[in-house]
């Protein structure tokens, strides 16, 4: 019951989040509201309360792991494919490089004893797949760092985990085994690949017999497909804990799965129109929801750890210097390997170095030295520390970016010319439906739930057609009928006045007249789902 409260919390946080960005706050990354959500709910006892103690198992498998699958979903494995070399560079050579810089770095200068030392950088060589947005809001990112902090933040994770291990252990026992590592860390990563590719691959098999049995939905666009959806829901917590009980990497197999399902989905949508529709619908709810969860749970987390009073390093304020010098040994380290490996421009290496976020995995991982025989001051020393590297990762390219990237031109113009295209087809379609041997009653539904495609229909207008539908009787067949007939001429107006104005007068781009389109046959789509029922 508490986990189900929490998540009821979370989920709720997450909407209020998402409609205070979209409402008052639209050029602030949606991320810094919900930091902001969870910090509130830190403060205030009662909603701290109903939120229970962060979990790392549980924050990864069930938040972490079905993000990385989406993540994958929209990643090409043509794409991976073309960039083996780099991304196996990135995760294992800059990881490594990383690690070791940032490692000797922080037991010189603050003077940490080297496995200590070593645990704090393993902890902060992964970077978050789901952060980047959050400083890039309104700029333009260069697509060849786009591209390569996206690969690098789906696969390092692994890395970082194996390192991590190997630190413990040498805190624990006081020597490193490197061959053992090595092993490890083939065996996790290598596993991880084998498993989601496996697992996944017979899950596509599965999802596309079903797909095309004659029993369930072949050809049948009314059939909304439950059973694949909740085969596509489950996907991902199978993959990365059915991964984790075999000893491989379970982000791994869930990022891999994901790049298997992409070819999947381009090439078996129109086998069933809706269902590819409805899952395309659920990825997009199920990513913002968790996206913002991601980062309520972190404001919480962050701020329950500076209000612990519990959680301190014997009073010293050394998790400062370590937090800082964690940060800014990683950025260096990353400019100097894109620049002086990759041969990559001075102004895009910092770009690079700069866009690599940390977030969720980085804390996720912090947690779980508490599970380790590492000291309770140390592990103190390990959260505080990593909670400043978070922050700084976060601020500093926000604040750098203003002036290194430049700024998204927003076509104030084609907007403006959107909306007046956009009002005129709709007035198109009304002087159709008018001209038309109807009822009355059917014209003023149907202007009604046209003029509703471009927000001129007020809560009076609403209320009024919603009583009118209450105390009506159920139309008859033939009256549906007639009223699809209706809707399908008056929004093939529309399509036709559309078209008049791209390929007449040009007056509108492609890209607004794609836009305005499939507008249009959403609309028609969802106006008659309610004829085929």
Not at 273 to 300: C, E, H, K, R, T
Request: some cysteine; overall charge neutral.
């Amino acid at each position: 019951m508490a986990l189900l409260i929490s998540t009821g919390v979370l989920v709720v946080a997450a909407m209020v989040s998402i409609v205070i960005n979209r409402r008052w706050l639209p050029r602030l990354s949606v991320n810094y509201v919900s930091m902001f959500i969870g910090a509130l709910i830190a403060i205030i006892p009662f909603l701290n309360g109903f939120v229970e103690k962060f979990n790392s198992d549980i924050f990864i498998g069930l938040i972490v792991a079905p993000l990385l699958y989406f993540e994958g979903q929209n990643t090409r494995l043509n794409l991976v494919g073309r960039h083996v070399r780099e991304i196996v560079s990135l995760t294992v050579g800059m990881v490594i490089l990383c690690a070791v810089v940032a490692g000797l770095g922080t037991s010189l200068l603050a003077g940490v004893g080297l496995p200590l030392a070593f645990i704090l950088a393993a902890i902060s060589t992964p970077t978050d797949a789901t952060a980047t947005e959050s400083v890039t809001m309104g700029r333009v990112l260069p697509q060849r760092e786009q591209t390569s902090l996206k690969l690098e933040s789906l696969f390092n994770d692994a890395s970082g985990i194996i390192l991590l291990n190997m630190a413990i252990l040498w805190y624990v026992n006081g020597y490193i085994n490197y061959s053992q590592t090595l092993w490890d860390f083939a065996y996790s990563a290598g596993g991880g690949i084998v498993f989601g590719g496996l697992v996944s691959a017979l899950i596509v098999y599965i999802r596309q017999l079903m797909l095309r049995s004659k029993l369930n939905f072949i050809n049948n666009t009314y059939n909304n497909g439950t059973p694949l959806k909740v085969i596509y829901l489950m996907t991902p917590f199978v993959l990365y804990f059915g991964a984790e009980a075999l000893g491989v990497s379970g982000i791994i197999a869930v990022v891999f799965a994901g790049l298997v399902h992409n070819a999947e989905g381009e090439r078996s949508a129109l086998a069933n129109p809706q269902l590819a529709s409805d899952i395309y619908q659920l990825i997009g709810l199920l990513s913002d929801i968790l996206n913002s969860v991601v980062f309520i749970v972190l404001g919480i987390m962050l701020l329950r750890t500076a209000l612990d009073r519990s959680v301190s390093y014997n009073g010293s304020l050394v998790w400062i210097a370590i937090g800082v010098i964690l940060y800014v040994t990683n950025l260096l380290a990353r400019y100097g390997y894109v620049r002086f490996v990759h041969h990559v421009p001075n102004r895009e290496a910092w770009v690079f170095a700069l866009g690599g976020i940390h977030g969720a995995v980085t804390f996720a991982l912090a947690f779980t030295v508490a599970e380790t025989q590492v000291k309770t001051a140390d592990f103190n020393l390990v959260l505080m520390s990593e909670s400043l590297l978070i922050i700084l990762s976060l601020l500093v390219p926000t604040i750098v970016f203003r002036w290194l990237l430049p700024k998204i031109q927003t076509d104030t113009d084609g907007a403006a010319k959107m909306a007046a295209i956009r009002e005129q087809m709709i007035e198109a379609g009304v002087h159709d439906l008018w001209q038309m041997p109807i009822s009355q009653e059917f014209k003023a539904a149907v202007t009604f739930d046209l003029r509703s495609q471009n927000g001129h229909t007020t809560i009076r207008q609403f209320i009024s057609e919603w009583r009118r539908m209450v105390q009506h009787p159920e139309y008859t067949n033939d009256e549906m009928r007639e009223l699809m007939v209706i809707y399908r001429q008056v929004f093939q107006t529309e399509r036709i006045y559309l078209q008049q104005q791209y390929d007449a007068t040009h007056i509108i781009s492609e890209d607004l007249f794609n836009r305005l389109y499939h507008e249009i046959t959403m609309a028609e789509m969802v106006v008659l789902e309610y004829g085929v029922k």
